[in-house]
């Protein structure tokens, strides 16, 4: 999963920033990706990434709509 939404680095180095991996997967994940992970990362930390979504990453209108059930 790592490696398909932050292609750029190693999957290691991704899972090692989990905010920046957790961003990248609701932008370019599908909701299965997304199902996914969220049976091992709380929807805490999902909501704190959207809350502080690095810039140039996506636009936030398209994050909300992602992962509306975490406002």
Same mark, same amino acid.
């Given at each position: !999963?790592?490696? /398909? *939404? *932050?292609?750029?680095? #190693? =999957?290691? #180095? +991704? @899972?090692?920033?989990? =905010?920046?991996?957790?961003?990248?997967? !609701? %932008?370019?994940? $599908?909701?299965?990706? %997304?199902?996914?992970?969220? &049976?091992? %990362? =709380?929807?805490?930390?999902? &909501? $704190?990434?959207?809350? /502080?979504?690095?810039?140039?990453?996506? =636009?936030?209108?398209? @994050? #909300? /709509? +992602?992962?509306?059930?975490?406002?």
């Amino acid at each position: !999963m790592a490696r /398909k *939404v *932050v292609w750029y680095h #190693q =999957p290691e #180095q +991704t @899972l090692a920033d989990l =905010p920046t991996f957790l961003i990248h997967l !609701m %932008v370019y994940g $599908s909701s299965a990706d %997304v199902a996914i992970v969220e &049976r091992d %990362v =709380p929807a805490e930390e999902f &909501r $704190s990434v959207l809350e /502080k979504a690095p810039a140039g990453v996506g =636009p936030y209108s398209e @994050l #909300q /709509k +992602t992962r509306g059930n975490c406002s």
